[in-house]
């Protein structure tokens, strides 16, 4: 098995299939976007200045991201496989993690572009529910991801929130922001041989298949 970095849109889904292969196949799951709110909630000076980036929709700086990825990937058990989710999100941010990967020695890893088009991204952002306590991802549109009581947890009864940067607005610059800063590193990992693209439009199932077959 292989090391997984997603590429995607925001909300392509690529937190709900890295929870997938982490129930399934035992992956430690990082998020950079997940390290960054619990950052926020810290509600300090970084705190705050992260909270302001993320709720306008723009990228925090590069500094900041790498110092939490680089505690994460460091501090790691080293024989676990792992998901990068939302790094890297733009050409430099690609080329510090080749050094981090040469400086940590991991070499089997693929990278995995979840496509979708911009409707059906806004749709899912804006059904997006997440448990608070627990995490669990949700989508209030999707007959396969909807919770079983409207608005709370199936495993562990939490009342279910949307997070502060899924609105219509946010969506687009967090969109815009993406099709600027973050799809260049496609043909990136592409011109290197280490591109798969998968439609994530196919329902979860389907697409957890596609990728057990890339990571296998
Ligand atoms: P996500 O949970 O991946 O959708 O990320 C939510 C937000 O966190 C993004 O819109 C960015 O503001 C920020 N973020 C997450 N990952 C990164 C990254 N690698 N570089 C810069 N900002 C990031």
Redesign the pocket.
């Known amino acids: 098995m292989k090391n997984v970095i997603f590429v995607a849109p ?1 909300a392509a889904g ?2 709900t299939c890295s929870e997938a292969l982490k129930n399934k196949f035992g992956y430690k799951h990082i ?4 390290l ?2 619990e950052a926020k909630m810290k509600g300090d000076d970084l705190g705050q200045k992260i909270a302001s ?2 709720d306008s ?6 500094d900041i ?1 790498l110092e939490l990825l680089s505690r994460e990937l460091k501090n790691m058990d080293k024989d676990k496989l792992f998901i990068l ?6 050409i430099a ?1 690609a080329k510090t993690l080749d050094q981090l990967f040469v400086d940590l020695q991991v070499s089997d890893f693929v990278v995995i572009y979840l496509e979708i088009d911009f409707e059906k991204a806004l749709n899912r952002t804006l059904g997006r529910l997440t448990c608070p306590n627990c995490n669990k991802g949700y989508n209030k549109y999707s007959t396969l991801l909807k919770p079983k009581k409207d608005g709370i947890c199936d495993d562990c009864g939490t009342s279910l929130v949307s997070r502060s ?1 899924d609105t219509k607005e946010t969506f687009k610059i ?1 969109y815009d ?1 993406y099709m600027e800063q973050t799809k260049p590193i496609i043909d990136y990992y592409k011109d290197k041989d280490l591109l798969k693209v998968i439609d994530a439009t196919q329902n979860v199932d389907d697409i957890i298949n596609e990728i057990e077959r890339v990571i296998s």
Do not use: A, E, F, H
């Open positions: 925001p690529k937190g998020s950079t976007g997940d960054l709110r980036l993320i929709g723009k990228l925090v700086g590069d991201v989710d939302g790094y890297p999100r733009n941010q940067d967090r922001t």
